[in-house]
């Protein structure tokens, strides 16, 4: 039950991003969602840092802390990276 509560906290920020993008900004016409949950991280986002250079989950961890909670959310990321390299 702690986790929960911690959790609580992480998810108000993106929750408040979605709302601004489907709003205005240069995101406005692309869909974006939350891919960590836990650290509160959009797929924007992540997608940002591989633009960057990041290449592997590992450097995604370092900078955004992507899958360092649950970790549910590695095979997701995953896929963008491969989505991202492929196209
Ligand atoms: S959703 Fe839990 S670490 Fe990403």
């Known amino acids: ?9 992480s ?12 709003n205005k900004g240069p995101l406005a016409h692309k ?11 959009m797929h924007s986002e992540i997608c940002d840092s591989i633009k960057m250079g ?10 955004l802390m992507v899958g360092l909670g649950c970790s549910s959310c590695i095979q997701e990321i995953q896929k963008i ?6 196209s």
Do not use: W
């Open 1 to 9: 039950m702690i986790r929960i509560h911690v959790l609580q906290h």
């Open 11 to 22: 998810t108000l920020y993106p929750r408040i991003k979605i709302f601004m993008n489907n």
């Open 31 to 41: 869909p974006d969602y939350l891919v960590c949950a836990c650290m509160g991280v």
């Open 54 to 63: 990041a290449r592997d989950i590992n450097t995604l961890s370092q900078e």
């Open 81 to 86: 990276l491969d989505n991202m390299r492929d």
